[in-house]
């Protein structure tokens, strides 16, 4: 418990559990900003971005997913981590939800250039395109959950699938630890072979120990039996409704882990742009509509919600726990950025043609 690990500052342990999560969530988002921002790490660039990017794009989204599905299995085999009552791993999946909102995610991240965690991580580096959309993301996701949207949310979530016992990788024969370890190898392979530099592999595996810090720090450091905060990790979706909400209302609720997980990420991505000389402000120009971009923020918003999370919630964090309704959310977000891509840029033109963000 934190009240053990004062960490080394004098009073931590008189910290509000509120506080320390903001806290925490800070310097994960921070560090992560700036990892994304050099590596420009993003699932849609690998998937719908320019062919020649494509392998070593996923080449170092594979290698952060290796390294989070290893550790995380590890600490599973372990005890340390316990996922059992964790939503990723329910026995009634809402699949009809998780695929259809998968799907509008994918073709949202292509309409944007740029998955949530990718617009946040612009956003900070001046990108008023990729801040204007997360702005409507947001505001999309936090209809979908709790405000006009939420009753058809509700509806089609009641679409499920009885899994029973059997909700991830580790429930089968030979547990967290086998699964675990063979799913890491066969990405870590990939992820070798894809043609990324070693920088943006290695940046890769940062981000892939960033997500088990997440889940060790709110699972463990952080749990309080008597003021509970979620059991997450780096999530984009259920943090930017928690950080909206937070601004509109910041007198009637006390900011945590998702507003500082916001924060930490616009600020860490800010400062590495800075330092590299790659800050820059971009507008809506007019090869770059603006109701491009504010369709597809609300396909992400509404479909991150019933996927149960973005590319990083649901994808990186998610298929961390070999949750299968993780999994299923991934496929769907790949197979709806495919998809979208194949629409808007048919064979016939070049895609290495178009911009990457």
């Known amino acids: 418990m934190i009240s053990e690990l004062n960490l080394g500052f004098a009073g931590w342990e008189d910290v509000a559990p509120l506080t320390r999560a903001l806290l925490f969530g800070l310097l994960l988002g921070g560090a992560f900003g700036v990892l994304a921002q050099r590596a420009r790490f993003c699932l849609r660039r690998g998937v719908a971005g320019p062919e020649m990017e494509r392998l070593p ?21 372990g005890g340390v981590l316990d996922f059992s009552e964790h939503r990723f791993l329910g026995s009634n999946v809402p699949l009809l939800a998780i695929v259809i909102g998968g799907l509008m995610f994918g ?33 999309a996701a936090h209809a979908t ?17 009885d899994f029973g016992a059997i909700t991830s990788l580790a429930a089968l024969p030979g ?52 003021d509970p905060i979620p059991f997450e990790s780096l999530a984009l979706t259920s943090s930017s409704t ?4 937070w601004l ?26 800075l330092l590299s000389g790659e800050f820059r402000i971009e507008r809506f120009e007019a ?7 504010l369709g597809g923020s609300v396909l992400m918003g509404v479909g991150g919600v019933l996927a149960g999370g973005c590319t990083l919630g649901a994808g ?8 299968f309704a993780a999994l299923a959310a991934l496929v769907s977000i790949v197979a709806g950025a495919v998809l979208a891509q194949s629409v808007r840029f048919p064979a016939r033109q070049s895609p290495a043609l178009v911009p990457a963000e």
Not at 110 to 130: I, P
Not at 248 to 273: D, E, K, M, N, Y
């Open 107 to 139: 073709v949202g991240m292509v309409l944007t250039r740029g998955c949530a965690s990718r617009l946040t991580v612009l956003a900070g580096s001046g990108n008023l395109r990729a801040l204007v959309s997360l702005v409507v993301f947001a505001i």
């Open 175 to 226: 547990g967290a630890a086998v699964w675990g370890l063979a799913l890491a190898i066969l990405l870590a392979v990939f992820a070798t072979r894809s043609g990324a530099r070693a920088r943006d592999l290695a940046m890769g595996v940062g981000i892939g120990a960033l997500v088990v810090a997440g889940w060790y720090g709110t699972g463990v450091v952080l749990a309080d039996d008597f």
């Open 57 to 77: 794009a996923l080449g170092t989204w594979a290698a952060a997913l290796a390294t989070s599905v290893f550790a995380t299995s590890l600490l599973v085999s």
């Open 287 to 293: 090869d770059t509509p603006v109701e491009r971009y």
């Open 248 to 273: 509109v209302a910041g007198t009637a609720i006390t900011p945590g882990f998702g507003v500082g997980l916001i924060g930490g990420v616009l600020v860490g991505a800010g400062v590495s742009a």
């Open 242 to 245: 928690e950080t909206l909400f």
């Open 316 to 323: 990186l964090a998610g298929v961390s726990t070999m949750s």
């Open 145 to 161: 959950l709790k405000g006009a949207l939420a009753p058809t949310r509700v509806w089609v979530s009641s679409v499920s699938v």
